[in-house]
C-alpha cells in the first residue's frame, strides 16, 4: 500500500471506521436510523463493499448500525481492510440472518444490524383458533338455547293479595293528627287481662296510649286524589309524617273505606340517588373501561329480568335456563369490559369450566340432602301461584347465577396477573408462570372465599339471630333445611370459586407459553447477541428463519 494509501487509510480511523455521519430516513415500517458514510463518500483503495440481505440500503464502512422500527429487513454496505474475502453480516431481532460475501479485497466484515420491535402477540395463531374452536360452537350453543328458551313474557296470573302479589299505588301522606288509641279502639274500651306477658302489656299500652290518625292521598291509577285514613299505633316501627311519599296497596274486594292501605314508604329518591354516586364513582376511577362496566351490567339486568325470569315462570327448567342466562351474560360482561382477545377468552374457559363444576356439585348435593327449595314465605307464595316450577331446580339456579360474579373476578385476576407475569419475563416456561400465579391466587382465595362465606352469612343474620335466642345447638341449626340450604349455597359456590383459580392459572400459563419460542424470545436473543458483539463476522451461509 502506497504512501497515499495510508494517508487515506488514516483518515479512515486505520481500522476502516472512519467517524461515522448520522442520516435519518423513514422505512417501510416506522423511522430508519443509519450510521455510516454519506452516500457520496468513496471508501479508498482496498475497500470493496460488503452487501448483506435486506431492502433500504444503509452505507456504513466496518459496522454499520440500521435501526428499524417495525419487523423488516436492512441493506449494509461495509468494507474491511485487508485482504481476503470479508463477510457482511445481517441480524433481524425478528430471527432473521442474512449473510452477504465481500467480492473485494479486505480481511474484516461490515456488519449490519437491524432492531425490529413491532408489538408481539404472546399468543401464536394456532393457539388462536384452538380458543375459536372451542368458544364459537359455545357462542352459537348459548345464542340457539336463547332463542329456544325465550319467553314471551310473564304468565297472567289472578292476584292474591298476599306480599308482594298486590296491587299498589303511590300516595302522599297530607296530615297527620294526635288521637287517643282508646277512641280510635274498635270497641272503645280498654283491654283487659294478663299485663305481666309483654302480649298483655303491649295492648294495654297501645289502648290507653296516643295513636297517631294520617289522612293519605292517592296520587295514581284510577283513583287519583282520593283519600283515606291510616292509624298508626304508638309502638308500631314505622311511623307516618306530614308530607312523606308511601306506597299504599290496593285491594278492590274489600269495603270501599278499607281498600286502601299504606304498605311501604316510597324510597325511590334516595335509591336513584345512590345509584347514582355509584355510576360517577365507577366512571371517574375506571374511565373508558368503568363505562362498559356499567353497560355490561345493564345488559346483566336486562337478561336476567327479559328471559330468566320470565323463562322459569313459563315452566321452562330453572337449571337449563340458568345455564345459558348465565353463559350469555359472562360472555356479554367479559368482553365488552376486557375486550376481544386472547386474555379474555382464557378467562371465559376458566369461567365456564368453574361455572360446570358449580353445577355437578350442586345439583348432586341438593338431591342428597333433599333439599327442596321451599323454605320461606317468598317461595312457598311462588309454588302456591305456579305449582309446576321445580323448586329445587331454582335453588340450584341461584346457586350457579350468585357464583358467577365472584367467578368473574376472580378468572380475569388470574388471567391478567399471568399475562403480566409473562411480559415481564418473556424467558419464563409454563411451569414457572403457573407457579407464580398460583402464589397470587392463594391470596385471592383467603379474601374471596371469606367475602364469599360472609356475604351469605350476613344475609342470614336474622334467621341465625332466632336460633342464636332458641338456644339451638349448632347442629340443629345446621341440619334445618333452611340453613342447610344457605350452607349448601355457600360451600359449593366456594369450591367452585377455589378451583377457578388453579385450573384459569393453568390455561393462561398454557397459552402465554406456548408461543414462548416466537417474536419475543427471538428479540430477547437478539438483544444478547447484540450486548456481545454479535455473531461472528465471518460466518457465512444463509440463516436460519423460524417459523412462527
Not at 457520496?40 to 475497500?47: L, Q
Request: aromatic share 4%; proline share 5%; charged share 15%.
Amino acid at each position: 500500500m502506497g504512501a497515499a494509501d495510508r494517508q487515506s487509510a488514516e483518515d479512515w480511523n486505520g481500522v476502516g471506521n472512519r467517524p461515522r455521519s448520522t442520516g435519518d430516513r423513514t422505512g417501510e415500517y416506522g423511522h430508519d436510523h443509519a450510521y455510516g458514510h454519506p452516500p457520496e463518500s468513496v471508501p479508498p483503495p482496498g475497500y470493496g463493499p460488503d452487501v448483506g440481505v435486506g431492502r433500504s440500503p444503509s452505507p456504513a464502512i466496518g459496522h454499520g448500525h440500521s435501526a428499524v422500527m417495525g419487523d423488516g429487513h436492512a441493506r449494509v454496505t461495509g468494507a474491511g481492510l485487508g485482504h481476503g474475502p470479508g463477510g457482511g453480516h445481517d441480524h433481524d431481532h425478528g430471527g432473521d440472518h442474512g449473510h452477504g460475501l465481500d467480492p473485494g479485497s479486505g480481511s474484516g466484515g461490515g456488519h449490519g444490524h437491524t432492531h425490529s420491535h413491532g408489538p408481539a402477540a404472546p399468543v401464536s395463531k394456532h393457539l388462536r383458533k384452538v380458543i375459536a374452536a372451542i368458544l364459537i360452537p359455545f357462542t352459537a350453543a348459548v345464542v340457539v338455547g336463547l332463542a329456544v328458551l325465550w319467553p314471551g313474557g310473564a304468565p297472567p296470573h289472578a292476584r292474591t293479595g298476599v306480599g308482594f302479589d298486590r296491587q299498589t299505588q303511590q300516595a302522599t301522606v297530607t296530615k297527620v293528627a294526635s288521637v287517643s288509641c282508646k277512641a280510635v279502639n274498635a270497641s272503645g274500651e280498654t283491654p283487659t287481662g294478663d299485663t305481666s306477658t309483654a302480649e298483655g302489656s303491649s295492648a294495654q299500652q297501645e289502648a290507653s296510649g296516643t295513636c297517631k290518625k294520617a289522612t293519605i292521598r292517592v296520587d295514581t291509577g284510577k283513583d287519583k286524589g282520593r283519600t283515606f285514613t291510616e292509624i298508626v299505633q304508638p309502638d308500631q316501627s314505622r311511623q307516618l309524617h306530614e308530607g312523606e311519599k308511601v306506597v299504599a296497596a290496593y285491594e278492590p274486594s274489600a269495603p270501599k273505606d278499607l281498600q286502601y292501605s299504606v304498605t311501604d314508604v316510597n324510597r325511590k329518591f334516595p335509591m336513584v340517588l345512590l345509584a347514582g354516586i355509584f355510576a360517577i364513582a365507577v366512571v371517574v376511577v375506571g374511565r373508558m373501561r368503568g363505562v362498559m362496566a356499567l353497560v355490561a351490567l345493564a345488559v346483566s339486568f336486562m337478561v336476567l329480568t327479559f328471559f330468566i325470569l320470565p323463562a322459569i315462570l313459563q315452566g321452562s327448567n330453572p337449571l337449563l335456563v340458568a345455564v345459558v342466562g348465565a353463559s350469555a351474560i359472562m360472555l356479554i360482561a367479559l368482553y365488552m369490559c376486557h375486550g376481544l382477545s386472547a386474555r379474555t377468552s382464557v378467562a371465559v374457559l376458566g369461567t365456564l369450566l368453574s361455572l360446570v363444576l358449580i353445577g355437578l356439585l350442586g345439583s348432586g348435593f341438593i338431591d342428597w340432602a333433599a333439599l327442596t327449595g321451599n323454605t320461606d314465605d317468598s317461595t312457598g307464595l311462588i309454588h302456591g301461584l305456579y305449582p309446576s316450577i321445580d323448586m329445587s331446580g331454582l335453588l340450584l339456579a341461584g346457586v350457579i347465577i350468585g357464583s358467577l360474579g365472584v367467578l368473574d373476578d376472580v378468572t380475569v385476576t388470574q388471567t391478567s396477573a399471568v399475562w403480566e407475569l409473562h411480559e415481564a419475563n418473556p424467558s419464563m416456561g409454563w411451569r414457572g408462570l403457573y407457579r407464580a400465579g398460583i402464589r397470587i391466587g392463594r391470596d385471592h382465595i383467603a379474601s374471596v372465599v371469606n367475602t364469599l362465606v360472609l356475604a351469605y352469612a350476613g344475609a342470614a343474620l336474622p334467621l341465625l339471630l332466632l336460633f342464636s335466642i332458641a338456644q339451638s345447638s349448632v347442629g340443629t341449626v345446621a341440619n334445618s333445611e333452611l340453613v342447610a340450604e344457605e350452607i349448601v349455597r355457600t360451600l359449593v359456590g366456594s369450591i367452585g370459586l377455589v378451583a377457578s383459580v388453579p385450573v384459569t392459572t393453568a390455561l393462561a400459563a398454557l397459552v402465554v407459553s406456548a408461543d414462548r419460542s416466537g417474536p419475543q424470545a427471538a428479540t430477547a436473543t437478539a438483544g444478547a447477541e447484540a450486548a456481545s458483539g454479535g455473531p461472528a463476522a465471518g460466518r457465512s451461509g444463509r440463516g436460519r428463519r423460524r417459523k412462527r
